[in-house]
């Protein structure tokens, strides 16, 4: 079992930055893909970000690339999500998800954190 706690969101005006820190448990955390997916009030859950085990491979939502950057370090095991540039549309409970395969903008990871509100003020 995995267990997945999300850390740094907040409040920010449109056009600042957050970092978004997810710290899963266990001691192979470098087997997991890990993903970022958001959902917005009354919307339904929305791929961001995903890292393959080894950091080899990333996939990025069309609606964030250039803004949003997925990162991890395995010796650390923290899976970071840089987010610059943002705007109101980014507000989303933001959550951190992993899987032993690599999902790209897939949706079916196999575990999921509890969420970390993130909201942008116009």
């Known amino acids: 079992q995995v267990q997945l706690v999300e850390s740094g969101g907040g409040l920010v005006q449109a056009g600042g930055s957050l970092r978004l820190s997810c710290a899963p448990s266990?001691?192979?955390?470098?087997?997991?893909?890990m993903g970022w997916i958001r959902q917005a009030p009354g919307k339904e859950r929305e791929f961001v970000a995903a890292?393959?085990?080894?950091?080899?491979?990333?996939s990025i939502a069309g609606s964030v690339k250039g803004r949003f950057t997925i990162s991890r370090d395995n010796a650390k095991n923290t899976v970071d999500l840089q987010m610059n540039s943002l705007r109101p549309e980014d507000t989303a409970v933001y959550y951190c998800?992993?899987?032993?395969?690599?999902?790209?903008?897939?949706?079916?990871?196999?575990?999921w954190g509890q969420g970390t509100q993130v909201t942008v003020s116009s």
């Open positions: 998800a992993a899987d032993e395969r690599y999902r790209g903008s897939l949706l079916d990871y196999k575990y």
């Open positions: 266990g001691r192979t955390f470098s087997s997991y893909a």
């Open positions: 890292i393959s085990g080894s950091g080899s491979s990333r």
